[in-house]
């Protein structure tokens, strides 16, 4: 697509329960890059896909958070039994070193637990 | 470790020039980024330096010492369109991630 598309925009959960976000990166861009935002702080990096080596899930918070991604296209995160301190603004980004390696975000998934 | 600094906020009156300072400690530096945010929406690109000096484009200019851990993103001929938060990233290799420093609300009055 022409953009990085992140869906759902908004989701309000209760505490407890399951969720999963997608992230639709630039065709062709082999990274793909999970951020997370607070109210009012930086990104804070969670997780990156980079082709087909093993993923950096060193930002990862908890067990609770994992995510996958099917070869160079779509990828979901999925926060297991969320928590009040999981709600933010989860944003997504994706580069190419042909174009530069520059990371283009999309407009995030704005989690409220309840 | 990584450690990025930069201010919280800053004002400046349309018309005027602002500088927007960064500092970092990192292990292992490649490139720094900056990013522009406005409320509600994300991050896009402003600039990208790999190399020691200043990089122009229009009205905005990026500067980068690695010597001294040290960038600034200067925006010249304010427009009110130009409040949002900017944020500077360090990433220690090409395509690897990003970290971010805390970003810079700038607010542009008339």
């Known amino acids: 697509g022409a953009g990085v598309s992140q869906s759902p925009s908004n989701k309000v959960t209760e505490k407890g329960k399951d969720v999963e976000l997608r992230c639709d990166p630039i065709?062709?861009?082999?990274?793909l890059y999970w951020y997370r935002q607070r109210l009012g702080q930086g990104l804070e990096f969670l997780i990156y896909?980079?082709?087909?080596?093993?993923?950096?899930k060193s930002g990862l918070p908890s067990d609770r958070f994992s995510a996958e991604r099917t070869g160079e296209s779509v990828s979901t995160l999925t926060i297991q039994r969320t928590q009040q301190e999981d709600s933010a603004v989860y944003l997504c980004a994706s580069s190419a070193p042909r174009a530069g390696n520059i990371q283009y975000f999309g407009a995030g998934t704005r989690l409220s637990v309840l | 470790g990584q450690n990025i600094d930069q201010p919280t906020e800053m004002t400046a009156t349309e018309g005027a020039i602002v500088q927007i300072n960064c500092t970092y400690q990192t292990s292992g530096f490649n490139g720094l980024f900056w990013y522009q945010q406005h409320a509600g929406e994300a991050p896009t690109f402003l600039s990208y330096?790999?190399?020691?000096g200043l990089e122009e484009k229009g009205r905005f200019s990026s500067f980068l010492s690695r010597s001294k851990g040290y960038s600034y993103l200067l925006l010249k001929e304010l427009q009110m369109k130009d409040s949002a938060s900017y944020l500077c990233?360090?990433?220690?290799?090409?395509?690897?991630?990003?970290?971010f420093g805390g970003g810079t609300r700038v607010l542009v009055k008339p």
């Open positions: 330096n790999v190399l020691d």
């Open positions: 896909f980079q082709g087909n080596s093993a993923p950096d």
């Open positions: 990233a360090v990433t220690k290799a090409a395509g690897n991630k990003l970290t």
């Open positions: 065709s062709g861009h082999t990274a």
